[in-house]
């Protein structure tokens, strides 16, 4: 697969995946959650919504380092075949008001029945900025992609 072929089937990839699986870690132990997240046209940029009083939040307080692994699996067999996953990484910060709009803006295309929680004064809006996919496919075939 060349860079081109593998940059769209990333694109494909985000776009038709509404869950991924963010890591933090606060001190010596990753977390990690589902969370619904919502990608920008350049692929730069990761918005996602978390509660204020989640563990989530409190370890992004302490540490912006964040991955984010999105998949295509079917929970099958064949998924050790034929799967693809791409791993972001970057580092996420809450968006403050002059950016919110834009952020919510992008989430709620992907998420609108999500509109109401990441508006929520008790929810925090989460930039990544992405330096970097790792994208994994056919089990063995591994490529970088900077956005």
Not at 31 to 42: M, R
Not at 90 to 109: N, T
Request: glycine share 2%; with cysteine; proline share 3%.
């Amino acid at each position: 697969m060349n860079h081109e072929e593998a940059k769209l089937t990333l694109r494909n990839l985000l776009d038709s995946r509404y869950v991924g699986v963010l890591a933090t870690s606060k001190k010596d132990w990753p977390y990690a959650n589902l969370v619904a997240f919502a990608v920008s046209d350049k692929l730069s940029e990761m918005v996602f919504a978390t509660p204020r009083q989640s563990r989530k939040y409190e370890n992004l307080a302490a540490n912006p380092r964040v991955s984010v692994l999105i998949d295509d699996r079917s929970n099958d067999i064949a998924d050790l075949k034929d799967a693809v996953a791409a791993t972001a990484v970057g580092s996420a910060v809450e968006v403050d008001d002059s950016e919110k709009k834009r952020c919510l803006a992008v989430y709620a295309a992907k998420h609108p029945h999500l509109d109401d929680f990441a508006r929520s004064a008790s929810t925090a809006v989460f930039l990544i900025t992405v330096e970097k996919y790792i994208m994994v496919s056919r089990f063995r075939n591994v490529v970088e992609i900077a956005p």
